[in-house]
């Protein structure tokens, strides 16, 4: 037989030893749980990230490219119109080029004091005449969408329509790729016969513009007669 001391003391030890192989085990499993749930998150940030990227590269890729003018748009508007006042005379901010407006003040005293009005001219370039014409029909369904027709400057047509309060009438053609929106609109009241003023001031300026721009020997500078 054995001695009982001895067999004690193994029977401790062997205690000892399983306790620490569990805790060992059990210490293991958990740092290995550990080790696989930051893995997973690792993976999933990675997976986010390409994915992010993935994004922002087809973003990139399909970023809209936007046509490069002919000619210069503000080449288009002439600095001063006979009869007119120039009260501004710039490309569009913000169009990188693509763009250029000016305001025309009759210089009649009934359209300055009486039932004062201004013209807005915007030139704005859209690669083709349908594309143009495309942007005037937008502007007329979103801003003048009343009464809305067509009339024929010089040889070519122009699209028409007056704001919702006939306050404001556009008058707006295609002419190689370029949208020409002329818009003629009261500064202060709108009278009780808006049509009258703004068809009068809108024939003129469209025509005077339309056939400033038609003109080969028209440029930067020139005046518009």
Request: no cysteine.
């Amino acid at each position: 037989m054995g001695n009982p001391t001895t067999n004690s003391r193994l029977s401790r030890d062997l205690i000892v030893v399983l306790i620490t192989a569990l805790a060992v085990f059990i210490s293991s499993a958990f740092a290995i749980t550990i080790a696989l749930k930051e893995l997973s998150n690792m993976s999933n940030s990675v997976h986010n990230i390409a994915g992010k990227q993935a994004k922002a590269n087809s973003s990139h890729i399909k970023k809209k490219i936007e046509p490069i003018p002919t000619v210069k748009p503000i080449t288009l508007l002439p600095r001063t119109i006979d009869k007119f006042l120039t009260a501004a005379y710039h490309d569009v901010p913000g169009s990188n080029g693509r763009a250029a407006e000016a305001i025309y003040d009759p210089d009649n005293i009934n359209y300055q004091i009486v039932t004062p009005l201004s013209t807005y001219v915007k030139v704005s370039y859209h690669g083709s005449n349908s594309k143009a014409k495309d942007e005037i029909i937008r502007t007329l369904e979103t801003r003048f969408p009343k009464d809305r027709g067509t009339l024929i400057v010089d040889d070519r047509e122009a699209y028409t329509g007056y704001s919702n309060d006939y306050g404001g009438l556009l008058i707006g053609w295609a002419y190689n790729g370029f949208a020409i929106k002329t818009i003629v609109s009261y500064t202060n009241v709108v009278p009780s016969d808006p049509k009258q003023s703004l068809d009068k001031v809108g024939d003129t300026i469209s025509l005077k513009i339309k056939r400033y721009i038609e003109n080969k020997d028209s440029g930067k500078g020139d005046t518009a007669q």
